[in-house]
């Protein structure tokens, strides 16, 4: 079985969000479109709830699992968490959005237990401009690269968020760094979601230039169908990809995915709070896994690329 929109997108991709918290405190954090000023800690999903909402999406065609946060790795039942999902039948990938602090002394019971690869936030190897920018010690955060690297998490993705005036001019020394560590480099386009619009056109620098520098000395370029049609940039000994921001035709028309907020609410698009469908509350009524199964029927039928709105 697999769920389509009505305008005839797939439903492939489930992130859920374990977690609200983090240890780290980017003012660019989007944080999965979630409502920065409610308080979820009381209906943070146990281990066996985050299972069973996995369960059922796989059973509906859902292929591939990200698990975010907040910072994912915050829960002391991390490893609990991915051995339940990575082995449910006809997953075939289960994933993992960090800031990469948190890693490197779990890195190879990650992979053990099942996760097969996760993207880490680094918006700069400069470790002034990385404390700035985070809060955190660019240290810990390179420290759990080589670990994710070494532990055989692949692909290990570099998540850079290009900020005008702040890091634009280091993308050339995080191709380097890539390259060398064996990582996949991701530059983002700054997203208005959960940000001022004071901050938003101070830092929003639109990607195009970097595109253009990418196309002339790659050996190959590539679309991601059902990744938003993204383009990957191969140049020699290292792949660049780049992420457009959500309000253009592309990320819209090919979205295939849908979202667990850490309250246990069905979120069909990061750019609003109005259409959310709570999955925990039945749940924890004890609905059963029809009952269940319909919530996310109707969630993704909620969904519509945002740009159309």
Same mark, same amino acid.
């Given at each position: ?65 990200? &698990?975010?946060?907040? *910072?994912?790795? %915050? +829960?002391?039942?991390? =490893? ?126 639109? &990607?195009?230039?970097? *595109?253009?520098? %990418? +196309?002339?000395?790659? =050996? ?90």
């Amino acid at each position: 079985m697999m769920l389509k929109d009505l305008y005839g997108r797939p439903l492939l991709n489930l992130r859920i969000a374990l977690t609200k918290p983090c240890n780290l405190h980017c003012s660019y954090c989007h944080g999965e479109g979630e409502d920065r000023n409610t308080e979820t800690s009381a209906l943070e999903m146990t281990c066996e709830e985050i299972v069973r909402i996995c369960r059922i999406a796989v059973g509906l065609g859902v292929s591939r699992v990200k &698990l975010t946060g907040g *910072e994912p790795l %915050l +829960r002391k039942d991390i =490893l609990q968490i991915v051995k339940g999902i990575a082995s449910l039948p006809g997953l075939e990938e289960l994933s993992m959005t960090t800031n990469g602090t948190l890693i490197a002394p779990i890195a190879k019971e990650l992979c053990a237990n099942g996760l097969k690869r996760v993207n880490i936030s680094l918006p700069t190897i400069d470790g002034e401009t990385y404390c700035k920018l985070t809060g955190g010690r660019l240290e810990d955060v390179l420290e759990g690269v080589k670990a994710a690297v070494d532990a055989g998490l692949n692909p290990v993705k570099l998540n850079m968020l290009i900020l005008r005036g702040v890091n634009d001019y280091q993308v050339p020394q995080m191709i380097d760094f890539a390259r060398e560590t064996g990582a996949i480099l991701q530059l983002i386009e700054l997203e208005s979601v959960n940000i001022s619009s004071e901050y938003y056109s101070t830092y929003h620098k639109p &990607l195009g230039e970097y *595109e253009e520098m %990418l +196309r002339q000395k790659a =050996l190959k370029v590539e679309n991601r169908r059902f990744m938003q049609n993204r383009r990957i940039y191969h140049l020699p000994g290292v792949k660049v990809e780049i992420v457009q921001p959500i309000e253009n035709t592309d990320f819209c028309q090919n979205c295939t995915r849908l979202r667990v907020t850490s309250d246990g609410k069905l979120k069909p698009c990061l750019m609003r709070n109005d259409n959310t469908v709570d999955i925990l509350t039945p749940m924890r009524k004890g609905a059963k896994d029809e009952e269940l199964m319909a919530l996310f029927k109707l969630a993704n039928q909620k969904r519509q690329p945002y740009n159309k709105l």
